[in-house]
């Protein structure tokens, strides 16, 4: 493994580039003519514009971004996060065309990226999810009205809040399916919804976790992630403030357990709910870095990207759980440009100035 072709942009394509270097390997960007300007288009050894700003003719164009890779002598693949990076099939292409694919396998990807499958999963393997139904839709009255309401209507194969809908009483449930149904085709192009009971108060507390492939798993903490609004993470932090020692220790337990059920490869977030009794529930696993993956590196030392380029290289890791320890505390901020005279409502333009504190600790 040489040259690897980042099929992002922005921030984490920066990211991607910086641990390449730093590892002597060639990188080849890929750029939205609307990106020209980017930092990490100036940052890659190698850069070719993808001749469109529509991100479904560009960044979520696997067939070209393929082609590119093949034409240029790339010979993996790093999706960073979002766009093509949960795309199970993806995954599987670049494997069946000799491109190595920097992410967990694509039945990995394809087992968690379904909510309803992974929950299966994991009651089988006696690891507690939060009280649900993942039966049809038809049957959705009767379940909730025997978890009891509030529930939430969850989309299967989503993210980022979107396909989410909160009831809280039978009357709103129907126009809550509807809704939640039409919204996760459009983003996703599946409608399938699973029922949950909604916990208040609870704690998002989620776990990174490290495979090799070969059943060997290193957890690396934990982020509280609790702080959210319309279901999107506006502070994470690491580690999470007042746990019991016992409520961590078994959050790294089922963390790790998860990884080894899956024969984890590369990096992986397991996500738990943590209700007032700290009882622990899991939530979901993302099979991709996460943009919070910063404050994990802040507290541990490590970095995430070079492990991910390490285990694709088939390099074996010498790095010892028990030397795995926090050391201080980090937190990252989502920053939003909003409107608050108009409801909150997002508010484009022109930043004409930005300035970033300029201290030790600060990224």
């Known amino acids: 493994m040489k040259k690897i072709l980042i099929a992002n942009r922005g921030e984490i394509a920066s990211r991607i580039i910086q641990s390449c270097q730093d590892l002597g390997l060639e990188t080849l960007a890929v750029y939205a003519p609307v990106d020209r300007g980017m930092p990490f288009v100036k940052m890659a050894d190698q850069a070719i514009c993808l001749q469109s700003n529509d991100s479904l003719k560009s960044y979520l164009n696997a067939p070209l971004l393929l082609d590119i890779a093949k034409q240029y002598g790339a010979d993996a693949i790093h999706p960073g996060y979002g766009f093509l990076a949960e795309n199970a099939e993806f995954a599987k292409t670049c494997q069946q065309q000799g491109l190595v694919f920097i992410g967990p396998e694509p039945e990995t990807i394809a087992k968690m990226g379904s909510k309803i499958a992974a929950r299966q999963i994991m009651k089988d393997a006696g690891i507690p999810v939060v009280p649900g139904f993942e039966g049809p839709i038809s049957e959705f ?32 449930l129907d126009a809550a399916i509807e809704s939640a149904g039409s919204e996760a085709q459009k983003a996703f192009g599946d409608s399938s919804l699973l029922l949950e009971k909604y916990l208040s108060p609870v704690r998002h507390i989620e776990v990174q976790i490290l495979g090799d492939g070969n059943g060997k798993v290193w957890h690396l903490l934990e982020r509280e992630c609790s702080l959210q609004r319309r279901y999107q993470k506006v502070i994470e932090e690491a580690p999470a403030p007042n746990l019991r020692a016992e409520t961590r220790q078994q959050l790294y337990q089922w963390a790790l357990q998860v990884g080894e059920l899956l024969r984890y490869k590369s990096l992986g977030t397991v996500e738990f709910a943590v209700d007032a009794q700290e009882q622990i529930y899991f939530l979901e696993c993302n099979t991709r870095i996460q943009v919070e993956h910063t404050v994990t590196e802040a507290i541990t030392g490590l970095d995430l990207v070079a492990l991910q380029l390490q285990l694709a290289k088939h390099t074996d890791l010498e790095l010892l759980q028990d030397q795995i320890v926090a050391r201080g505390h980090a937190f990252e901020c989502r920053l939003y440009a909003e409107d608050p005279d108009h409801g909150f409502a997002p508010s484009t333009g022109k930043i004409t100035h930005f300035k970033t504190p300029q201290r030790p600790g600060y990224r």
């Not at 978890?147 to 989309?155: E, S």
């Not at 194969?157 to 979107?162: I, K, L, P």
Request: glycine fraction near 18%; charged fraction near 20%.
């Open 141 to 172: 009255a009767a379940a909730a009205h025997k978890i009891g309401y509030p529930v939430l209507i969850k989309a299967s194969a989503g993210g980022g809040g979107r396909g989410m809908r909160l009831v809280m009483s039978p009357d709103d």
